[in-house]
């Protein structure tokens, strides 16, 4: 594998344990707010609550950490697809055997 593809897999992968760790921590304090306020769940709708409240924050690391995953990946099909133009333009080499 190419040293930059390395590199940009390197990049989502650790975006993608950020996310992942990220949305278990919000899923979690939803789930203890739910607790709190049973009538929220009933009804099919959340409240993240007001600026600054531990829910709205968990939620908006979740949010940010999508954000930076979605961007590592679309930097990371960018520099594959540079890397195929570049191969595409290369002659191909083309080798001759003979038999004895």
Do not use: C
């Not at 899923?27 to 607790?35: D, H, N, T, Y």
């Not at 769940?41 to 979605?70: F, K, T």
């Not at 195929?84 to 333009?89: D, F, G, Q, V």
């Amino acid at each position: 594998m190419h040293p930059d593809l390395r590199t940009r897999r390197s990049v989502v992968f650790r975006a993608r344990l950020a996310y992942d760790e990220a949305d278990a921590a919000y899923r979690a304090e939803v789930r203890r707010a739910a607790e709190l306020v049973p009538e929220a769940h009933r009804r099919y709708y959340w409240s993240i609550g007001n600026p600054g409240s531990p829910v709205r924050r968990l939620y908006e690391r979740r949010d940010r950490a999508l954000q930076r995953l979605n961007v590592a990946l679309v930097k990371l099909e960018a520099a594959r697809e540079r890397m195929a133009a570049r191969n595409a333009r290369l002659p191909a080499t083309r080798i001759l055997l003979l038999a004895r």
